[in-house]
C-alpha cells in the first residue's frame, strides 16, 4: 500500500466544510472529527479488496467506503444533512497509542486560587 502525504496540521485552516474534509481523506488518509448541534464523531475512508465478477470474469476489484463512529467505537445512527454544508470539519487528533483525543484542548488560563482565609 502507498503512503500518503500527511498534512501539516499547523497550516490547516479550522473547521473546514465538506469538500475539504473528502480531500484530506482521499489525498492524505487523514480521519475527520465532525463536530454540530451535539453530534460528535470522526470518519475515515478505508478500501477493501473483494472478489466480484465484471464481464462473467472473477476478478479483484477495490471498493472504497466512508465509516464514521462515536466516541465508543459505534456507528453513528443518525445524522441531520444539512449540517453537512457547514464548516464544521477538523482533523481528529490521535494520542500516542493510536487512541482518539476527544476532549477539547483548553488555552484559556488556570482560574487563580482564592485565600480562603481572606473570605
Given at each position: ?8 496540521i499547523d497550516k ?5 466544510n465538506l469538500g ?100
Amino acid at each position: 500500500m502507498a503512503s500518503k502525504p500527511l498534512l501539516n496540521i499547523d497550516k490547516v485552516k479550522e473547521p473546514f466544510n465538506l469538500g475539504k474534509a473528502l480531500q484530506y481523506m482521499e489525498e492524505n488518509g487523514e480521519f475527520i472529527r465532525f463536530q454540530h448541534n451535539g453530534q460528535d464523531f470522526y470518519m475515515y475512508q478505508s478500501t477493501e479488496t473483494r472478489p466480484v465478477f465484471v464481464n462473467g470474469k472473477r476478478q479483484l476489484v477495490e471498493l472504497s467506503h466512508v465509516r464514521a463512529f462515536y466516541r465508543y467505537h459505534t456507528p453513528i445512527t443518525t445524522l441531520d444533512l444539512t449540517s453537512l454544508f457547514e464548516e464544521v470539519f477538523t482533523i481528529m487528533r490521535f494520542d500516542e497509542h493510536g487512541e482518539p483525543i476527544w476532549e477539547e484542548e483548553d488555552d484559556s488560563p488556570a482560574p487563580e486560587e482564592i485565600d480562603s482565609v481572606s473570605l
